[in-house]
């Protein structure tokens, strides 16, 4: 019998914590040597929101959106178990869950370093990532754990459809909770610029090109041509964030390693907690597996748009988010890693 060929992540995303690293580095060291410039770059804002940084983002998620499938919500009914998982834990528990380590950690096990003005900070940056679950980098964990790719692009999709509604309010509620003050215009405005316009930027571009190209020359051909695109965005986001947070990092060198602590304690909890749900609800290992990978990983693009948007360039609340970026391949590798060896 033939040995059956191991899948492998590609080159970029297997090393993104490295691009992440460098970019960190980088970033850094631009903020040192170029600090006018980095300050009449951090002015350019429309109504709070960074114009250098929004066009990098909305490059990042116009991509995403694309790969969207509104007909796939049609199948849903079929197999319910594996969305209604979904659903509950990435809006029921995670965003609450990740309230909580936060406080444990930025408010209580880290206070007599950081003050309680910086820790809110901190725990608003961790409650805007953990309300936002994972899109575009799920495919890639589905691919590599053997799951369904169409049933995770209706999860996906559900997902999408559903930050739409949620987002809003939970991050509200929560931010709420931490006596953080909300400028719900500004939060509003954000999901409009990013989620809402690449959305319906998306369909109609998917469509057109569908409609005039064929779908097979859609997915196999335009999507893998844009998606550099939304990489390079990436990591030019990462560099101009760190030469703006640069200052913070220096004065605290620790803090990278602080704020994922919490962060990393929280994608192993949600995904066993959603890993051991599917299987008690007898999911397949298709459906489960990439059911547990959207809720442990985050949809890191929307998060830190709308921290800087909310809380500014400099802000810890961006950092936190642009640590999630960090800290989340190598902790997904290893969670693939497990779901392989327990594959059932």
Not at 34 to 49: N, R
Not at 131 to 145: E, I, N
Not at 239 to 249: K, R, T, V
Request: charged share 10%; with cysteine; proline share 5%.
């Amino acid at each position: 019998m033939a040995n059956e060929t191991k899948k492998k992540i590609a080159f970029f995303e297997k090393y993104l914590t490295l691009w992440v690293a460098l970019c960190i580095g980088g970033g850094i060291l631009l903020g040192y040597m170029a600090g006018g410039s980095m300050e009449y770059l951090s002015t350019l804002e429309i109504y709070k929101v960074n114009i250098p940084i929004a066009i990098l983002i909305w490059l990042m998620i116009y991509p995403m959106m694309l790969q969207i499938d509104f007909s796939s919500i049609k199948a849903v009914g079929k197999k319910p178990k594996g969305i209604v998982l979904t659903v509950v834990v990435n809006w029921l528990i995670k965003p609450f869950t990740m309230a909580f380590f936060a406080w444990l950690f930025f408010s209580n096990i880290y206070s007599a370093f950081i003050t309680p003005e910086l820790a809110g900070e901190y725990i608003a940056g961790a409650i805007i990532l953990g309300a936002a679950p994972c899109t575009a980098m799920v495919f890639v964990w589905s691919y590599l754990s053997d799951g369904d790719p169409n049933y995770t692009l209706m999860q996906v999709s559900v997902n999408d459809l559903i930050i739409l509604v949620l987002f809003v309010p939970i991050v509200g509620l929560l931010l709420g909770i931490t006596n953080v003050v909300v400028p719900y215009e500004t939060l509003v405005l954000s999901i409009l610029i990013y989620v809402v316009i690449p959305l319906v930027a998306g369909f109609l571009t998917s469509k057109m090109l569908i409609k005039s190209k064929g779908e097979a020359w859609f997915k196999t051909v335009f999507l893998p041509k844009l998606k550099p695109v939304s990489i390079i965005a990436l990591l030019l986001t990462l560099i101009l964030l760190f030469a703006f947070q640069g200052n913070n990092i220096l004065n605290n060198p620790l803090i990278i390693f602080f704020i994922a602590i919490p962060l990393t304690i929280q994608t192993y909890f949600i995904f066993f907690i959603t890993w051991f749900s599917g299987k008690k609800l007898k999911l397949s290992h298709a459906v489960c597996a990439p059911a547990a990978m959207i809720g442990a990983s985050n949809f890191f693009e929307l998060s830190v748009a709308v921290a800087i948007a909310l809380f500014g360039l400099e802000s810890p609340a961006a950092l936190v988010c642009v640590v999630g970026v960090l800290v989340e391949v190598p902790i997904m590798l290893s969670l693939v890693a497990f779901a392989n060896r327990k594959k059932y």
